[in-house]
């Protein structure tokens, strides 16, 4: 028994960056299966592109004004996030790691929420007869990406103050060029191109950030002192709560409700308002903490 949930942890990136509905349904339900699929030929990233036609499919759903569908559809966005479980926990319990699948990785909730939105569009086209909501979808849309995009800094950030080891998906826009130009052109050279463009924004919405660990690297290199990682983790995790809300657990336990509730447009509202403003919440927050943490 101890042996296996030494096993369960070892599967996860940290404990300290999950949260309590992941660490209690979807990691171990992704556990399981990535046991099941250990000594397979199935790798990580064919688990990737399978949850990403799995969740692609669940606008459709949304898309039609019947509870049966909705309850289907939630069912299915839920199976393709175990399944997003499945392929990180199945790369580190085989070692079968690749930069690509990480990409592919984070781009498979965008998938999910742009067929989500696109679905919402239709339905309220159809009961209002128009197409302005697809403005609201765009908008939606730009939010989400953003705020995926922010929140997933931020916690791999965190896991760069674990450790080395931990921190290793944490890559500085210099790192992502460099990987970009040694990429033989292909498939992988244009995903690195369009990750360029995803840091590049990380990077620029976090000046406070970027100083604090341009401080940290011209004082200890790659050896940053435990008592510096500990401080700054102690301070980081006072913000997951809050980072929290804009992952995927965070939006789609409103967005469930909603859904069931047949007001799909109440969902662009929140996305656009309220999850935006959560978001300048949480930047400010760390902006301010980064700003300090050195002095």
């Given at each position: 028994?101890?042996?296996?949930?030494?096993?369960?942890?070892?599967?996860?990136?940290?404990?300290?960056?999950?949260?309590?509905?992941d660490?209690?349904?979807?990691?171990?339900?992704?556990?399981?299966?990535?046991?099941?699929?250990?000594?397979?030929?199935?790798?990580?990233?064919?688990?990737?592109?399978?949850?990403?036609?799995?969740?692609?499919?669940v606008?459709?759903?949304?898309?039609?004004?019947?509870?049966?569908?909705?309850?289907?559809?939630?069912?299915?966005?839920?199976?393709?996030?175990?399944?997003?479980?499945?392929?990180g926990?199945?790369?580190?319990?085989?070692?079968?790691?690749?930069?690509?699948?990480?990409?592919l990785?984070?781009?498979?909730?965008d998938?999910?929420?742009?067929?989500?939105?696109?679905?919402?569009a239709?339905?309220?086209?159809?009961?209002?007869g128009?197409?302005?909501?697809?403005?609201?979808a765009?908008?939606?849309?730009?939010?989400?990406?953003?705020?995926?995009?922010?929140?997933?800094?931020?916690?791999?950030?965190?896991?760069?103050?674990?450790?080395?080891?931990?921190g290793?998906?944490?890559?500085?826009?210099?790192q992502?060029?460099?990987?970009?130009?040694?990429?033989?052109?292909?498939?992988?050279?244009?995903?690195?191109?369009?990750?360029?463009?995803?840091?590049?924004?990380?990077?620029?919405?976090?000046?406070?950030l970027?100083?604090?660990?341009?401080?940290?690297?011209?004082?200890y290199?790659?050896?940053?002192?435990?008592?510096?990682?500990?401080?700054?983790?102690?301070?980081?995790?006072?913000?997951?709560p809050?980072?929290d809300?804009?992952?995927?657990?965070?939006?789609?336990?409103?967005?469930?409700?909603?859904?069931?509730?047949?007001?799909?447009?109440?969902?662009?509202?929140?996305?656009i308002?309220?999850?935006n403003?959560?978001?300048?919440?949480?930047?400010?927050?760390?902006?301010?903490?980064?700003?300090?943490?050195?002095k």
């Amino acid at each position: 028994m101890g042996d296996l949930k030494k096993e369960y942890e070892a599967s996860l990136k940290s404990i300290e960056t999950e949260n309590i509905i992941d660490r209690v349904f979807y990691r171990p339900i992704g556990f399981r299966i990535a046991r099941l699929l250990t000594n397979t030929n199935i790798t990580p990233n064919m688990v990737t592109v399978f949850s990403i036609f799995v969740g692609g499919v669940v606008g459709y759903f949304f898309y039609v004004n019947n509870i049966v569908y909705s309850i289907i559809g939630i069912c299915l966005l839920i199976f393709a996030n175990i399944l997003d479980c499945v392929d990180g926990q199945l790369a580190r319990m085989t070692g079968v790691k690749s930069s690509i699948g990480r990409i592919l990785d984070g781009m498979a909730g965008d998938v999910w929420f742009a067929s989500i939105y696109i679905g919402f569009a239709y339905r309220l086209m159809d009961i209002y007869g128009t197409s302005w909501f697809f403005g609201l979808a765009v908008l939606s849309g730009l939010s989400h990406l953003i705020q995926a995009n922010i929140t997933d800094y931020y916690k791999t950030l965190h896991l760069f103050f674990i450790s080395k080891e931990k921190g290793k998906e944490f890559q500085t826009l210099k790192q992502v060029k460099e990987t970009h130009k040694e990429t033989k052109i292909g498939l992988s050279k244009t995903f690195y191109l369009l990750y360029i463009g995803y840091t590049y924004l990380q990077v620029k919405a976090t000046p406070n950030l970027q100083k604090m660990l341009l401080n940290l690297s011209e004082k200890y290199g790659d050896d940053i002192p435990d008592p510096i990682r500990k401080s700054f983790r102690s301070q980081s995790l006072k913000l997951m709560p809050f980072i929290d809300l804009l992952t995927f657990n965070g939006r789609t336990m409103i967005m469930f409700a909603i859904v069931l509730t047949g007001h799909v447009w109440a969902y662009f509202l929140y996305e656009i308002i309220v999850l935006n403003l959560i978001l300048i919440t949480v930047m400010n927050k760390h902006e301010k903490m980064c700003a300090n943490f050195m002095k």
